[in-house]
């Protein structure tokens, strides 16, 4: 209650908007394959951040649930992620994204 | 009339005979082969002998109907049966095939023995059976059709026998096409009657027809026209007729049993069926009449020069059948019927003697490589002899009293009948000139050909012949009087009575001595100087090369039909509308969608990262129309981009 009296809405908003652009954008334009990687998950807690925020605002408690939903498939997939990351160095020596090209016609 | 006659397992038996030589044949043993094709044919003649009991007893008996329970077609107005009649009509015919047909098979068992694909033949034979009896036995015009085409099958199968050859897997072709053109008609006229009389059975068409004598000509005269072209391609008469001399690629007891005896006499058979339609069309029956007489001294003429002593066997059917429309054509049903049932006699047994001749100088048939034969082949020229006889008309012999009986109706027709009486009689001269050219040139004088005959042919092909020598003989001492009256319920009686006996008697005398010129000059010509005939071929160029080329019929309809039809459908059909259209449209397709693929499979780079910038502005363009409305949006980037466009 004073949480939201004391900083409005919309800055939690912004700061979530502003992390997922960051995530974007570093996606977009990183060619490390583990910081594009970190990006996505940048991507997520930006969502997850608008999520925490809705669920207070509304007093809902199905935006938090949400959130460790969120929480526990970005475990997963970092774990399998990661995973796919070593393979793919040890078989090309490499983790820049332009290089790993195998699918192109 | 007893209850149940089991008309359908006629058909039926040799159905089954079909089946089970046709699909186990490969596997069984020659013996058993034998068995299941001969009684086929024998089961079904004693049904139709069983059945024919209750006809020769009474008097008029009336017909006898056997209907399937299940119906075949049931739409709306339109209902048809699976329906057997049998008549007296029917029951002349039935006896016919299954006759005929039993004693040609017996035949083959001896004269196909050492072939090969024995079982094929048989099964083939047997099919025609089953169609043959179907088509007889049908009591609407659809079923007929069936049989109609059935028969047609069975005959390309069998002229196309020996498929290895082209030249018998062409006649079979050509005896298929050329009958299509027949059953293109035939089709017409079912459509015509089911439209004009709302049935397709025969006798409520009949019932239909007596109960409105008035009715004449008009749509009547347009469907015996269209029944009598579909009659004219079976029974190959002028200008359908070019199949049959082609048709002689097949065995010869096929052109015995399907191509002179049972299956070319189904148009007259229809004809007689259907007769009531041809009644009431005066210009019909004249046109048949015509067609009739101008085959038979058309195919006479060309049998003349024939060297192929099939070929001659052919012709001379073509023109027996043209003898049987032109007693259709006078409306002398029964006289056409009973030539028919001679015919079948006499001719079924020459084309078998011939087979037997054939067989015996190991498959020559060039009658200039025979003669003399008669020492060797003793019952086969016997038998000959009395064919010979019997088809040129000779008193007591069986074409003698047929032959007289349709020459006599058309006389006694008047006016125009005199003409085609004259045209039969100028045909019953080249008839018995033909006949005994092939019998001094295959029997008589000194041998010519390098095969010398050892033997006569085994007992199941003399058999048959002299059963159907005797036929030959007796098979026309019923008389054309007693013949009519027994038909006279099925085609109605014998009309032509304005005449006296001397009329008949006069008439017959004049045959028997037009039969006997054509004797003496074939004995003059062949006989006693042999050196003549080739002097008046030499003598006669024109005509000689036009008859020894048959007319060149098969030449103009090769040039007028043949020709323009494969032209079209090579360069129209082929290459306009197959290569053009559909193969052109197809590529248009096919390269629309490569090209569409090649351009967008640049998309398909491979790169992770231009894969992710797709991705956000797809995902920015979506956000972009949720969050302004692009009801406004669109029309006003629309007008944006028509102006940088530069309007």
């Known amino acids: ?39 996505i998950e940048l991507m997520l807690n930006g969502v997850n951040l608008s999520f925490v925020t809705f669920a207070h605002q509304w007093h809902a408690v199905k935006g938090q649930i949400f959130v460790f939903f969120v929480m526990v498939v ?9 995973a796919i990351i070593i393979s793919v160095f040890r078989a090309r020596a490499t983790l820049a994204v332009d290089r790993i090209d195998l699918m192109k016609l | 009339m007893n209850g149940s006659l089991h008309l359908w397992l006629i058909p039926l038996l040799p159905f089954a005979g079909f089946l089970i030589n046709g699909i186990l044949g490969r596997r069984l043993p020659k013996w058993l082969i034998t068995t299941v094709a001969l009684l086929a044919p024998l089961a079904a003649l004693s049904l139709v002998l069983n059945a024919a009991q209750g006809f020769f007893g009474a008097a008029a008996a009336p017909a006898y109907v056997e209907t399937c329970p299940v119906g075949w077609i049931n739409i709306g107005t339109l209902h048809v049966d699976f329906s057997f009649v049998l008549d007296q009509l029917s029951l002349v015919m039935l006896l016919v095939v299954t006759g005929v047909g039993f004693l040609i098979h017996i035949y083959s068992v001896g004269y196909m023995g050492d072939e090969e694909g024995y079982a094929r033949y048989f099964s083939f034979l047997n099919l025609f059976l089953f169609f043959m009896t179907v088509l ?44 299509r053109i027949g059953d293109f008609g035939f089709l017409i006229g079912i459509f015509l009657l089911l439209a004009n009389f709302g049935t397709l059975s025969f006798s409520e068409i009949g019932v239909k027809l007596n109960a409105d004598p008035a009715w004449q000509g008009g749509v009547l005269t347009v469907i015996a026209l269209c029944l009598s ?39 007259v058979y229809m004809i007689a069926r259907t007769h009531i339609l041809f009644d009431h069309s005066p210009f019909a029956l004249g046109t048949v009449a015509v067609v009739g007489a101008a085959t038979a001294l058309f195919a006479a003429t060309i049998g003349l020069v024939q060297n192929d002593i099939k070929r001659v066997l052919a012709y001379s059917t073509i023109s027996q059948l043209g003898y049987m429309f032109l007693g259709c054509g006078v409306a002398a049903y029964s006289a056409a019927i009973f030539h028919l049932v001679t015919h079948a006699f006499f001719k079924a047994l020459l084309f078998l003697a011939a087979g037997a001749i054939i067989h015996s100088i ?112 007796c098979g026309g001492w019923i008389g054309i009087e007693r013949f009519s009256a027994f038909l006279s319920p099925s085609v109605g009686a014998r009309t032509a009575e304005s005449g006296t006996p001397n009329l008949e008697l006069i008439l017959s005398i004049v045959a028997v001595a037009v039969a006997l010129a054509g004797w003496f000059v074939a004995d003059r010509l062949y006989r006693q100087k042999p050196e003549r005939p080739a002097e008046l071929a030499a003598a006669l160029p024109g005509s000689y090369t036009l008859l020894a080329h048959k007319y060149y019929v098969d030449e103009f309809y090769g040039a007028t039909v043949v020709k323009p039809l494969l032209a079209f459908s090579k360069y129209l059909l082929g290459w306009v509308v197959d290569v053009g259209l559909l193969g052109g449209t197809a590529w248009l397709l096919a390269g629309s969608a490569t090209m569409t693929g090649s351009i967008l499979q640049r998309w398909q780079s491979g790169n992770l990262r231009s894969y992710a910038a797709w991705l956000a502005a797809g995902a920015a363009a979506l956000l972009l129309f949720i969050v302004i409305p692009w009801a406004t949006v ?14």
């Open chain 1, 74 to 82: 970005a475990a997963a997939e970092a774990a399998v992620g990661l």
């Open chain 2, 362 to 473: 190991g498959g020559e048939q060039d009658l200039r490589k025979m003669g003399g034969l008669w020492r060797r082949l003793p019952i086969t020229f016997a038998v000959t002899t009395v064919g010979v006889l019997a088809i040129a008309g000779f008193f007591p012999f069986a074409g003698f009293f047929s032959k007289d009986a349709i020459l006599y109706a058309a006389f006694v027709q008047g006016g125009s009948g005199r003409v085609l009486w004259f045209v039969g009689l100028v045909t019953a001269l080249l008839t018995s000139f033909y006949m005994f050219r092939l019998w001094y040139l295959a029997f008589l004088g000194k041998p010519r050909g390098e095969v010398v005959p050892h033997h006569e042919a085994p007992w199941s092909m003399l058999v048959p012949l002299v059963i159907l020598g005797l036929l030959s003989i």
């Open chain 2, 229 to 267: 072209l579909g009659a004219a391609g079976k029974s190959a008469q002028l200008p359908l007729y070019i199949w049959l001399p082609d048709a002689m690629e097949g065995p010869t007891p096929v052109s015995a049993l399907i191509h002179a005896a049972t299956m070319v006499t189904a148009g």
């Open chain 2, 136 to 179: 007889v036995l049908a009591g609407n015009a659809l079923l007929m059709f069936v049989g109609w085409e059935g028969v047609g099958l069975a005959s390309y199968l069998l002229i196309g026998f020996y498929f290895k050859k082209n030249s018998a897997a062409d006649a079979g072709k050509k005896a298929f096409i050329v009958n």
């Open chain 1, 1 to 39: 209650m004073s949480l939201t009296q004391a900083v409005p809405l919309s800055w939690y908003l912004l700061l979530s908007a502003a992390l997922f652009s960051l995530g974007v954008v570093g996606f977009l334009i990183k060619r490390n394959l583990i910081t594009v990687f970190m990006s």
């Open chain 2, 634 to 647: 669109w029309p006003a980037s629309m007008d944006f981009i028509w102006k940088v466009a530069g309007h």
